[in-house]
């Protein structure tokens, strides 16, 4: 019974997965073909059928992607590794972990999508895994791998007529097909496709965002919850196709000999690559996620979306504590002719109301505000605009712990919480950092299983709207907060109005 319990049968054929803490887990699931070879940056193709039990008891191949020789003690400390399980261009896989399978369970299922921007990350990760939440909740949880880079996002439309004409989007072609997989498969593994929720952090957050703009995802997904990667607009064409082609240049590969550049090793593409992403092509992508409108094809699609409160911490420099440092900053920020005195107000305000903050902090704040949590307001506006589906704000104040706390509640600090891993280097083994941890996963579970992320865990959380705003706070005092910090908000678009998404 119990061997019987660890197979299932997929449509392309029987695979065997182990068990772990009374979870059933089945890793590196294919769900699409090489994308190696002739297969290089054309749409995702099939997996083939498969004979006898494939082992699914280890981890699948991530994406091709660069490899740090030198990963950064944060790296190390959170166990973000991206590389467990290989890297190879057979990379089309699935995770998959349940409280049963075949027993009609009809269980919501949450579809995690990793960040890393469009470049880097696995669904390998550590703090991915899904044997906290699918136990915790009674839910199945899925990760995936998909193309990155250049070989996920190279824009090859205005190069080469061989059936690319959305090679641009190929990244994006494989996260639909992956949801299809998971709709016509998870019935067998006790799910619902019926009740799929989509998440991500960061990049992550940004394919979501783009997902819900995307006619061929359209009915693969219920639920979006997004957390730190709200996006507004996707890339162009004249910028996508002019990194082509300097790739190519550095490459030694003539405009247009796509033979040659699908011959070129996957290490010597990642390595000379530069930023990627979807692009508007009128085919896959059809218009821009959440400019100027939210999508009216996914406007019955409710919403978490959510930041950190010193997200951008990481992009600060490490030497920036002192306050002279960042008075200078805050003024190259502000171009107005007045600057010097618009700084005094900016710096007073929030010394304000962030008394405890050290200059490092105040500047990741800032640098949040006008930015990542600025899209994430404008996305939830736009989302309110539709009159369809709620959405649900909040804000993550509990802090790194340990070697990562001098960053405070850094970009990525939600991201283990939101599974309802409790215990993560992240918060810390105190009961502080459980609790918090307890209130993000559960409401991150009742939303994706209904819509509504209110459970008995944390206090009531109401829907955002433009006017009461309401906003749930993660910390050490869990609260609804109407508004919070108006004040900044309304100084950031008086001193800087917003940059084009």
Aim: glycine residues 12%.
């Amino acid at each position: 019974a119990q061997g019987a319990a660890l197979l299932a049968e997929t449509k392309h054929g029987r695979i065997r997965g182990f068990d772990v803490d009374g979870i059933k887990c089945f890793r590196g699931v294919p769900y699409g073909a090489d994308t190696g070879g002739k297969n290089r940056f054309m749409p995702p193709q099939k997996v083939a059928n498969w004979s006898g039990v494939r082992d699914a008891r280890d981890w699948g191949h991530v994406a091709p992607q660069r490899i740090s020789p030198d990963p950064s003690a944060y790296t190390k400390y959170v166990g973000w590794n991206n590389y467990r399980g290989g890297m190879s261009e057979d990379c089309l896989v699935v995770n998959v972990w349940t409280p049963a399978v075949r027993d009609n369970g009809k269980r919501a299922v949450l579809f995690i999508i990793h960040g890393g921007g469009y470049t880097s990350g696995s669904g390998n990760l550590e703090a991915l895994e899904g044997q906290h939440l699918a136990k915790m909740a009674n839910m199945v949880v899925v990760t995936v791998n998909h193309r990155l880079g250049a070989l996920g996002y190279m824009d090859l439309s205005g190069f080469c007529a061989e059936g690319l004409a959305s090679s641009g989007n190929v990244g994006m072609m494989d996260l639909v097909l992956a949801l299809q997989w998971v709709r016509d498969n998870i019935a067998e593994f006790g799910g619902n496709p019926g009740s799929v929720a989509i998440t991500g952090q960061s990049g992550g957050g940004g394919k979501c965002s783009n997902l819900m703009a995307i006619p061929s995802a359209v009915g693969l997904f219920h639920r979006v919850a997004i957390q730190s990667g709200s996006s507004l607009k996707t890339g162009r064409h004249e910028a996508a196709q002019k990194a082509a082609e300097g790739l190519w240049t550095k490459l030694g590969v003539a405009k247009g000999d796509i033979g040659k550049l699908r011959a070129v090793p996957f290490k010597d593409i990642v390595d000379n690559q530069t930023n990627a992403g979807p692009v508007l092509d009128g085919i896959v992508v059809t218009r821009d996620p959440f400019d100027p409108d939210g999508p009216a094809m996914s406007a019955n699609v409710p919403m978490i979306i959510g930041t950190c409160l010193e997200d951008s911490a990481f992009t600060v420099p490490g030497n920036a504590k002192e306050d002279a440092e960042l008075r200078n900053w805050v003024q190259s920020q502000l171009r107005q002719a007045n600057a010097e005195q618009q700084t005094d107000a900016v710096l007073a305000l929030y010394r304000k109301l962030h008394p405890n903050k050290n200059a490092f902090l105040l500047r990741a704040i800032m640098a949040t505000d006008r930015g990542g949590r600025r899209s994430a307001v404008t996305q939830a506006e736009r989302k309110v605009a539709q009159g369809a589906a709620s959405v649900y704000m909040y804000r993550w104040d509990w802090p790194a712990f340990g070697e990562g706390a001098h960053w405070g509640a850094v970009h990525g600090t939600d991201v283990s919480p939101a599974f309802a891993n409790p215990t993560t280097a992240m918060t810390g083994n105190s009961e502080g950092g459980k609790r918090v941890a307890r209130q993000l996963g559960s409401a991150f579970a009742a939303f994706a299983k209904t819509g509504n992320p209110n459970n008995p865990n944390i206090p009531t959380w109401s829907p955002y709207d433009p006017k009461r705003r309401a906003v749930m706070i993660f910390g050490g005092n869990t609260q609804q907060v109407n508004d919070p910090d108006r004040e900044l908000r309304e100084l950031w678009n008086k001193l800087a109005p917003a940059r084009p998404a």
